[in-house]
């Protein structure tokens, strides 16, 4: 074939194609693709040249959208998919115009933000213009997000000034109770030094008798002690027991059965023996050494650290002995639910069970019976009564300045919207679980039991509208549980859905007038007019919030 | 043959000092933890069996085979030699039949091969494999092709054979052993070692002690005279005493124990070995699948770095552990040799448990063991010996002599199929996680991938979309409308893959599972007609028998999309857990002693069975409601022929550079084995890559034929964007860079699917003189014309780089140039990894950012044009419409461009068949025009470019020492032939 004759059966070929849109484009298509504010940087210049907006180059004018990219900053294109990185304008007539990208110019798909169809010019693809009907349906959305948005920013507007009102009685109350800080203080440190005097006195007075006291307490404290140390024994042993099932679970159950109720066990008993770890077990000997009364007590203490270690224990057991699968026939599994069958048996009917049992409990030294002993008692009682009205009185103080501090300290927005919503709860259903969470507080997941997803972290970016809750119960082989709290603007607050993208970690969407935008201008300035208007919704919201309120009883 | 014997003898004298051996040999074989749940071979009676054969006779100087053919018994015709094989040892009077048939077939492709069966065995060895395997029958050389040279005075036949008659087999008798030579060279030698081990079917009652005493008695009776000539001939006494070896060869013979498992083994030992020799060849590739390098390495001999055979057994391997040769999940035992002269492979048809033991030939620098074998054998030439083993069924080889890697690829492809030619999405870039939850979920991801401009084609749905593991269901609560999600992707151009594995939930309310009740499909135990049940994901299961042409049908009808609701055309299929993987069986896989259709007992077909659920699977989509649309089907499992059905991916692997680092030597093991659609899990399944490992995962998973980003249920989410900047910048370049390539890789896999090739290729098959790239598996090359070397290390930024040959290679971002032969140290800053374009290549693209492939479909093409020293270069492009089979028809544009002498010409290559189809796909396409011309390499700058009577601008720079020119619309197409000057 000779080489010249190539040219025509090529343009008739492209006129099949979607080459044929290449010898179309230039003719007054310099324009395709560009918003019309945009509109002035592409004519050419006066020797019908035109250059990239970058600068970069210079190309004839008849360059521009002539389906091949020029430009390194694919500014030569707008109008075609040859470039692909710029942005395509489509007029939308009868809904608002938009910029898609060059890369979705003819490519088969009738994109949604481009409803007049002018991406897909080609002719490969048809798509209908469907602006007016597009628009309509956007309009009345819309409309509707614009009334949503309008009473939400009423409603935030209350919550503003709520906010800003509740940090100035906030700040007072917090002056109020530091001015009372000095004065409680003085009197509690007259109270303690009165109550060290007398229990100095008394002190002295008893030193001298201390002794034959001790022989006289160990005499009566002594079959407690030896009860108390049986009973230690025998939780030890059965912790013991427990501690070597779960080790024989551990290693001997079959991984290949993928048994989220064996891995879970398993798991939670590594957990278990790591916090172990950091623990150090009372020696019998050293609490030997001790007076009675610390003996007792270190001997109870102990008994209920390792009946403790009973509790965590049985219930890796009886969680796996609920849930795992039983048509594995898993002998390791099978072993460890018979342990568990015949260590809920025996616990129970045992004389030992220390739950059903009543706690030994330390009897009341026997009191020194003489007038002076009574004396320096009364003395000393007086002194502790009037030290423990001083203290309570101090403590309260510092509690509640602590309480202001706390909400002072918390970051509610630049604008205070957020003070309204501190420890309101609120919750959401699925199918499976109910999901709580209060906001600056916890976040919980509950169906029989519960679980803790997450504690008030802080904000994520700079928007005030996505909350962090960390450090949830672990999962077994994945990380802490934890929350992502995104809000969006609604006229009440609620959570609208709970996810879990990936595992442990959810995605709590929360709608509240809180991050509903206010109008820009509308501010401070006509904050008078709306008063009377807000002041009706203050008394909506404080409705609202004896609702939040009962959210516990509900 | 009396010699034969007294050597036997002899070897049972070593008794004391091989037991010692023997011990040191057990003791090298203990497991590491997380193997334990996988034999060793001394695990595995057959395997330990065939082994301590092995070591016998590795032991016993002088050893000869006991094997002979029978030379009265030789008949050639029509491209078939048959004779008797006689086992010496076992066949003791002349009026035993010979036990076994040995046959020899040249064939009309030039390969060869050999089978060797039992006679009259008491009942008829598995020899189905090949039934399933080999596409069709194929034809035997004609007689005028093949020459019998006759015999020499060692009683050695030879035929001389092949299309130039360049290869030639010579066939011993005694003892029996077959060399093939390439042009006089030996390559392929069988029974070179004397390996060959053949268990006959045999029934239990045999009393042991009786078949002992016939065989003391046998020697006892023997006269032979060699023994006899032994000094000190009373050593026959401390014969009788059997060495530890020579127990080990009548171990396990029968039931089986493997942790709390048994094998019930009704039928006793049938297995058989043979070794094999490459000889003058010192790398040996193949074998797939195994975590380990792409050269084979030594699992026998002085420093070995294996102890163990490399294992075929098609297993689901948790966590598998990199760098040793424990069985995964697929089969291929397909091996091929090289070296700088020759280029051999061999085909062991044989889905059985296979175990392969590769000794290297001490090199010559050593001196010791070395200088005493030459001393001996006056010259060692390299060689690389080979040792099979299967469990059961016959001993069928095919060889293969080349003379090149190409005559070999399409000699294996004649007899096991090529690559399917695949739908062209499914060569773009997938996107799947364990699991993606709900249709909520699966609309955001796929907004994900718009928002951040990122292409992708399909998104895939693990098992948690199904309601309880009931494939062929949806979770109603979490997908109430599949149709609709597969719609809107669809009308992007996107798909969706849900999975469906082989193991079907017992429960009589779920369609599936009771309609295969009652059809009577599913796998038996080892009574033959209860049903087997095991566990896996939904619990209590039953496996389909895909071996029951009515299961196959069945399964295949349940593609359908008025059985499987929710489906629609744009939904294809994964094929997981079909090695099979049963959680509650032996090595996490179910018991051999299962039954199959026809009474097979599973442990003859093992490793076929995920490729006939493979192809079921594919059968089911193919013929849905007749829509002429190619299946998509991914597998985990695999084996010869699995390339018919669809793509594979390396399995579970993990989070790990160095699982990165694994997964080139095994996807092009794979590929050189006959599946060259094949990935990694780009990410890894299990665990979280950073964002580095992630970014350079995507940076190497490009160039995975099969691309997909996966992950495990447990990870942390990881779409191309949540690392945030530079890395969601990086990954969207080089999946965009993925796209940019399609029509190379699409026009790859054509090739692939008509000659066999893989598409991603070790170095030694492009460059197979240069030994310094024999053993080279961490760069390797996509077709002929790229080359890849992936970035598998932390924090690296240099990369070495091998430039073989002597011409140019081209960045094929910046144009900058290397010239070859020799390493070279070259940036891999964060966004690249080294990427060349070879001089002499051409390479089509199409380079305008899309969505989907599908939305490239008009897109005009670019060729960047890489001129060698001599200005020439070539490449070619293949387009179709990407989904139906009207390319059989012809429907298809292939166009071959070719520079020389400054001028570039585009040549439509003819279809054979002529297009029938309406609206035909080529003739639209062919319009698409050429937007840009790259060429790369000139020596001066293009002056003058001229296209007929049309002159054209072409722009230069220069790039290190040449220059590179883009011509601007050419204004051609790629339907119709032209020819471009430039000067």
Known sequence: MKTHSVCLPILATLALSAAVTRANVNINNAARGVSPSNAKLYVPDSVNNWSCLDGSKTIPFSAVNDDYCDCIDGSDEPGTSACGTGQFYCANIGHTPSNIKTSRVNDGVCDEECCDGSDEYDGQTHCPNVCEEVGAKAREENDRIQSIQNEGARLRRGFIKHGKANKVSLTNELETLRDQVDQVQLALNDARAKLDAANEEQGAYLEGSKSEREATRRQQLEPLIQEQTKRLKYAIEVRDMLKITLQNLKEKHNKNFHDMAVKGTVSGFDDYIVAQGEKTEVVEDDLASLASDRQFDALVDETSVVLRDIGTLHDLLDGMKRDYNTEYNDEAVLAAVKVTDDFEITWDSSKLDFADVEHLVLPEELPVDSPEAEKFRDATDLAQAAFNEASDKENKIQEGIRDIERKLNMDFGPDETFSQLVDKCFDFKDTEYTYSVCLFGDANQSSHSSTHLGKFSGWEGDNYDVQMYTGGTKCWNGPERSVKLVMSCGTTTEIVSVTEPEKCEYLFKLQTPAVCPIPEGEGEADEQEQDQERQQDQQQEEEGEEHTRKHDEL | ?983
Not at chain 2, 66 to 79: A, E, I, T, V
Not at chain 2, 98 to 114: I, S
Not at chain 2, 536 to 560: E, L, T
Request: net charge negative.
């Open chain 2, 1 to 983: 043959m009396e010699s034969a014997q007294g050597r036997i003898k002899s070897s049972k004298r070593r008794t004391i000092v091989r037991s010692v051996l023997g011990l040191g040999l057990a003791l090298a074989c203990v497991s590491a933890v997380k193997r334990e749940d996988f034999k060793t071979c001394s695990q595995s009676g057959f395997c330990a069996r065939n082994r301590a054969y092995a070591d016998i006779a590795k032991e016993t100087p002088q050893w000869v085979s006991p094997f002979q053919l029978n030379p009265s018994s030789l008949r050639l015709h029509k491209g078939v030699l048959t004779g008797d094989l006689i086992n010496v040892q076992e066949d003791k009077q002349p009026s035993d039949k010979p036990a076994l048939a040995f046959e020899l077939h040249l064939l009309d492709t030039d390969a060869a091969r050999v089978r060797i069966n039992e006679r009259n065995p008491i009942h008829p060895r598995y020899d189905g494999v090949q039934d399933t395997v080999l596409i069709k029958p194929y034809g035997h050389a004609t007689e005028e092709s093949y020459q019998k040279l006759g015999k020499d005075e060692n009683g050695i036949l030879t035929i001389q054979y092949g299309a130039q008659s360049q290869n030639t087999v010579r066939i011993s008798s005694a003892p029996f052993k077959i060399e093939f030579l390439v042009n006089g060279v030996p390559t392929v030698i069988l029974n070179d070692e004397g390996l060959l081990r053949f268990e006959r079917l045999r029934n239990k009652e045999e009393p042991k002690v009786e078949e002992e005493e016939g065989e003391k008695q046998g020697e006892e009776a023997s006269s032979d005279p060699l023994v006899e000539q032994k000094p000190g001939g009373n050593e026959i006494e401390i014969a009788i005493e059997k060495s530890d070896l020579e127990k080990k060869l009548e171990e396990n013979l029968w039931e089986e124990r493997f942790k709390e498992f048994t094998d019930s083994k009704p039928r006793g030992p049938e297995s058989f070995g043979m070794d094999i020799t490459f000889s003058g060849i010192n790398h040996v590739y193949g074998i797939p699948e195994h975590a380990s390098s792409l050269s084979l390495k030594a699992t026998r001999g002085p420093d070995a770095p294996y102890t163990e055979p490399y294992r075929l057994y098609n297993l689901d391997v948790f966590e598998y552990e990199g760098d040793n040769p424990m069985a995964l999940y697929g089969s291929v035992p397909f091996m091929l040799g090289h070296s700088k002269n020759s280029t051999a492979a061999v085909f062991w048809m044989n889905a059985a448990e296979t175990w392969i033991d590769v000794e290297k030939s001490p090199e010559d620098k050593t001196g010791g063991l070395l200088s005493w074998i030459k001393s001996k054998k006056a010259v060692q030439p390299a060689a690389t010996k080979t040792h099979w083993i299967s469990e059961a069924g016959v001993l069928d080889l095919f060889v293969f002599l080349g003379p090149t890697h190409r005559d070999i690829f399409r000699q294996y492809a004649s007899l096991v199929g090529t690559t399917a030619l695949p739908q062209a999405f499914s060569i773009a870039y997938h996107q799947c996680r364990w699991n993606y939850n709900n249709q909520q979920d699966v609309a955001e991801v796929d907004a994900g991938f718009d928002e951040h401009d990122i292409p992708y084609d399909v998104l895939w749905l693990d098992i948690e979309h199904t309601n309880g593991k009931r494939y062929f269901t949806w979770d109603e609560a979490k997908f109430p409308n599949p149709t609709e999600m597969q719609e809107s992707l669809s009308a992007k151009g996107r798909k969706m893959v849900t999975i469906i594995d082989p193991h079907i939930k017992k429960d009589g309310d779920y369609h599936v599972s009771k309609e295969g009740a009652e059809l009577d499909v599913y796998i038996k135990n080892k009574d033959g007609s209860s049903d087997f049940d095991g566990w896996c994901w939904p619990g209590s299961s039953q496996w389909i028998d895909f071996y029951n042409p009515k299961a196959r049908d069945w399964w295949a009808s349940q593609f359908s999309y008025d059985k499987y609701i929710g489906s629609t055309k744009s939904l294809f299929t994964w094929n997981d857990m079909n090695e099979p993987s049963v959680f509650s069986g032996p090595e996490i896989t179910i018991p051999k002693d299962v039954i199959h259709y026809g009474n097979v007992e599973h442990r003859n077909v093992h490793n076929l069975y995920g490729t006939m659920f493979h192809s079921a699977t594919a059968q089911g989509l193919t013929h849905r409601n007749e829509t002429n649309q190619r299946p998509f089907v991914l597998s985990r499992a695999f084996f010869a022929g699995t390339q018919r059905f669809g793509a594979i991916w390396t399995g579970d692997n993990v989070a790990s550079w160095e699982h990165l680092e694994l997964a080139s030597p095994m996807l092009l093991t794979i590929g050189l084995s006959g599946i060259p659609f094949s990935g990694a899990d780009v990410g890894g399944f299990f665990g979280n890559p950073d964002a580095e490992l992630l970014t350079r995962w995507y940076q190497a998973g490009i160039y995975y034929p099969f691309f997909r980003a996966h992950a495990h249920l447990d990870s942390k989410r990881r779409e191309p964007w949540l690392f945030g900047e530079p890395y969601t910048t990086q990954i969207r370049e080089a999946i965009r860079t993925r796209y940019t390539l399609l029509p190379f890789w699409y026009t790859l896999f054509q090739e692939a699917s008509v000659e066999g090739t893989p598409i991603i290729r070790p170095m030694f098959t492009v460059f197979p003189e240069d030994e310094a790239v024999f053993g080279m598996d961490d760069q390797y090359m996509v077709g002929d014309a790229i080359l890849v070397k992936p970035v598998v290390k932390s924090a690296v930024i240099r990369s070495n780089v091998y430039f073989a040959g002597k011409e140019k290679w081209f960045d094929i971002k910046d144009y900058s140039v290397e010239q070859g032969p020799g390493f070279k140290d070259i940036e891999s800053p964060a966004d690249k990894i080294p990427v060349y374009q070879r001089a002499g290549t051409i390479v089509p693209k199409r380079e305008r950012p899309r969505r989907s492939s599908k939305a490239m479909e008009n897109d005009p093409f670019t060729l960047v044009i890489a001129l060698d020293s001599v200005g020439e270069a070539s490449g070619r492009l293949y387009l179709d419409d990407g989904e139906s089979f009207n390319y059989e028809k012809g429907d298809f544009i292939l166009t071959e461009f070719k520079v020389s002498k400054g001028v570039l010409s585009s040549r439509k290559v003819k279809s054979t068949t002529a297009t029938s189809v309406e609206s035909s796909f080529a003739e639209k396409a062919g319009g698409l025009r050429i937007e840009r011309l790259v060429i790369l390499g000139a020596t001066v700058p293009l002056k003058k470019v001229t296209v007929g009577d049309r002159t054209l601008q072409a722009s230069c720079s220069q790039v290190g020492g040449s220059y590179v020119c883009t011509i601007k619309e050419p204004q051609v197409t790629i339907g119709k032939d032209f020819d471009l000057s430039f000067a």
